[in-house]
């Protein structure tokens, strides 16, 4: 089935420093991958809808110059946390769909971002 | 805005049947139902879907009552490895962004 790989899993930095998120998908081209963050006991929320080749869609509220999102690729997009606060620790987590209209959503498995 | 209902928790004994129950009144005919589950600290794995008739694979079954307006997941012999946070979601087929509702804790009791 359809694999879509996230890194890193976990990741610790300090305040004021930026983080990368990677999301490949392994063995499909992903036109638009999505960006979720999670906060504990408390559901996925979408960020922003990230397609290859132009600019990413921001859900109302998310800010686009702090959650740098690129898709350079079919196979991967990046998430970058810039100037990260403690409140920006969370549970980041990616999708992805082939251009097949049937195809459900395939997630990766997370990235624990903690921010000290 | 999040157009399903589900129980917040539910308990289930290892080995019996799980069935997890959803209320989406408000779908529209070109929706389907989608059911996704989140095992603790990973990401979200797709189950099923469905438009109207029943669906089976070889992970659950999906009951959708005739009127569209509820739904049941089914996970025919509960195991351990079934205790997680399931997500009924109501979406157009192709619409890909999905947009995640509370879910149902399920904890499957040995």
């Not at chain 1, 006991?41 to 809808?49: D, E, I």
């Not at chain 1, 082939?98 to 990235?111: D, I």
């Not at chain 2, 805005?1 to 997890?20: F, H, I, V, W, Y």
Request: proline share 4%; with cysteine; hydrophobic share 30%.
């Amino acid at each position: 089935g359809a694999v879509v790989s996230q890194h890193p899993s976990r990741v610790i930095c300090k305040s004021g420093t930026s983080v990368k998120i990677e999301c490949r998908s392994l063995d499909f081209q992903a036109t638009t991958m999505f960006w979720y963050r999670q906060f504990p006991k408390q559901s996925l929320m979408l960020m922003a809808t990230s397609n290859e080749g132009s600019k990413a869609t921001y859900e109302q509220g998310v800010e686009k110059d702090k959650f740098l999102i690129n898709h350079a690729s079919l196979t991967l997009s990046t998430l970058t946390v810039t100037s990260a606060h403690p409140e920006d620790s969370s549970f980041y987590i990616c999708s992805a769909t082939g251009s097949s209209y049937n195809s459900p959503l395939h997630f990766g498995n997370g990235t624990r971002l903690t921010v000290t | 805005d999040a157009k399903t209902t589900q129980p917040p928790s539910m308990d289930c004994a290892e080995g019996r049947a799980a069935n997890l129950p959803c209320n989406h009144s408000t779908i529209s005919g070109n929706e389907y139902v989608y059911w996704y589950r989140q095992i603790h600290s990973q990401g979200p794995q797709y189950i099923i879907h469905g438009l109207k008739n029943n669906e089976t694979n070889e992970m659950a079954s999906l009951i959708i009552t005739e009127d569209r307006k509820s739904s049941t997941l089914i996970l025919p012999h509960a195991t351990l490895r079934d205790t997680a946070v399931y997500y009924c979601i109501v979406q157009l087929q192709g619409a890909q962004k999905l947009v995640f509702g509370q879910g149902t804790r399920l904890t499957i009791n040995p």
